[in-house]
């Protein structure tokens, strides 16, 4: 069973930094795009930031120069590292990777909470 586990959410201070880790695990052969979004109450889901196999990346334009996206490919690991939080960063992230074999598939994790609040 293919699935995508999170982790690195919590309560942090407004100014602080989080850590967030999706891992990809089961019968995976390879991934193309790996992703991560959020979602705050009442809100839609956005794009937070985006990496590609080749390493290209896209970076919402709330986030950038506070969030930094990485992938370790030898551990179907995507990592999102961001700094100087703020409240109106509070939302439930969530992991989003395109595998593309053995089968195409877009996988979702169940979230991770991060809240900013002093």
């Known amino acids: 069973q293919v699935q995508l586990v999170e982790s690195g959410g919590g309560l942090v201070q407004p100014g602080g930094s989080l850590r967030l880790s999706c891992v990809a695990s089961?019968?995976?052969?390879?991934?193309?795009?790996m992703r991560w979004y959020r979602q705050a109450p009442g809100k839609q889901r956005e794009l937070v930031a985006s990496?590609?196999?080749?390493?290209?990346?896209n970076t919402a334009e709330s986030m950038k120069g506070r969030v930094t996206i990485s992938r370790d490919n030898a551990k179907n690991t995507v990592y999102l590292q961001m700094n100087n939080l703020k409240p109106e960063d509070t939302a439930a992230y969530y992991c989003?990777?395109?595998?593309?074999?053995?089968?195409?598939?877009?996988?979702w994790g169940q979230g991770t909470q991060v809240t900013v609040s002093s």
């Open positions: 989003n990777v395109v595998m593309t074999s053995p089968s195409l598939r877009d996988l």
């Open positions: 089961g019968r995976i052969f390879s991934i193309s795009s």
């Open positions: 990496i590609t196999s080749g390493g290209t990346i």
